[in-house]
């Protein structure tokens, strides 16, 4: 069982940072793929950045590539996603997931745990 909490949300003009961090509890994080996802409101969640077990592997969204970073502290338990150049568009919930057993997925079916999310708002 892994339990996931987000933070590091909240409200940015447009062309500035944010830095999201995700706190995992349990034995199973550096054996998971790790990823953040979000959703803005009436649309489906979207993959927006995966890092694979060890680190050394990582997926963007076209739309967040070169602008955000995705990184983990194994040490820490704890997964990072550091968001700059931030647009309007970006603004949504923004959740972290765990794949257990997995070496690195893009793919929302197949992680396993969830957060609840934190808010991010960009303003234009």
């Known amino acids: 069982q892994v339990q996931l909490a987000e933070s590091g949300g909240g409200l940015v003009q447009a062309g500035g940072s944010l830095r999201l961090s995700c706190e995992a509890s349990?034995?199973?994080?550096?054996?998971?793929?790790m990823g953040w996802f979000r959703q803005a409101p009436g649309k489906e969640r979207e993959f927006v950045a995966a890092?694979?077990?060890?680190?050394?592997?990582?997926y963007y969204a076209g739309s967040v590539k070169g602008r955000f970073t995705i990184s983990r502290d194994n040490a820490k338990n704890t997964v990072y996603l550091q968001m700059n150049s931030l647009k309007p568009e970006d603004t949504a919930v923004y959740y972290c997931?765990?794949?257990?057993?997995?070496?690195?997925?893009?793919?929302?079916?197949?992680?396993?745990?969830w957060g609840q999310g934190t808010q991010v708002t960009v303003s234009s």
């Open positions: 349990g034995r199973t994080f550096s054996s998971s793929a």
């Open positions: 997931a765990a794949a257990s057993s997995i070496i690195v997925t893009i793919h929302i079916h197949e992680y396993d745990y």
């Open positions: 890092i694979s077990r060890s680190g050394g592997i990582t």
